[in-house]
C-alpha cells in the first residue's frame, strides 16, 4: 500500500459530529488524536457533548451522544496525566473515510480544535512539515 503525504495542517470532516471543513493539526508528537469538546456531561450510561470553538466558524455542533465511550490517560508534553473521554468516530481525509479514536480536551485557546496523532497516521500517512492541506486540495479538484 502506498501511504498518501500529509502536509503539518489539514481541513477535513466528521460526518458523524456534523463537522465539516474543521481545521487539523497533524502531531506526530502526539500519540492520541484530541478534538475540542465545548461542554461533556455523562448520564445514563451515554456522553452528551457538544462539539463548538468561538475561534473556529465551521466548528459547532448540535449536542451529540455516544452510547459508547471509554476513559484512557493521556500524557501531555510537560509530563502531566489526565483521564480523558475517548470518542470513536469516523474522519474523511482525502475522500475516504477511516475510523479514529479522538479523546476529549479543552482546546479553547488552542490554535486548532483538532489534533491527528502518531495512532490514526501510522500505516497511512507521512507528513511533509512543507506541505499544507493536501487532502483539502484534493477535494477542491474536480
Known amino acids: 500500500m502506498t501511504k498518501k503525504i500529509l502536509g503539518r495542517v489539514d481541513k477535513v470532516d466528521f460526518p458523524e459530529l456534523k463537522l465539516s471543513t474543521i481545521d487539523v493539526k497533524i502531531d506526530t508528537g502526539a500519540y492520541t488524536s484530541a478534538i475540542h469538546c465545548s461542554k461533556v456531561r455523562e448520564e445514563n450510561g451515554k456522553l ?9 466558524p465551521n466548528f459547532k455542533s448540535e449536542e451529540v451522544v455516544f452510547d459508547t465511550y471509554t476513559y484512557t490517560d493521556v500524557k501531555s508534553s510537560n509530563g502531566f496525566k489526565e483521564n480523558r473521554y475517548k470518542i470513536k468516530t469516523n474522519v474523511v481525509f482525502f475522500g475516504k473515510t477511516y475510523k479514529i479514536n479522538l479523546t476529549l480536551s479543552t482546546r479553547a485557546d488552542m490554535k486548532f480544535p483538532v489534533l491527528i496523532g502518531r495512532q490514526f497516521l501510522k500505516h497511512k500517512y507521512l507528513v511533509d512539515v512543507d506541505l499544507e492541506n493536501e487532502s483539502y486540495k484534493q477535494t477542491l479538484t474536480p
Do not use: A, D, L, R
Open 48 to 56: 452528551y457533548c457538544i462539539f463548538e470553538s468561538k475561534g473556529h
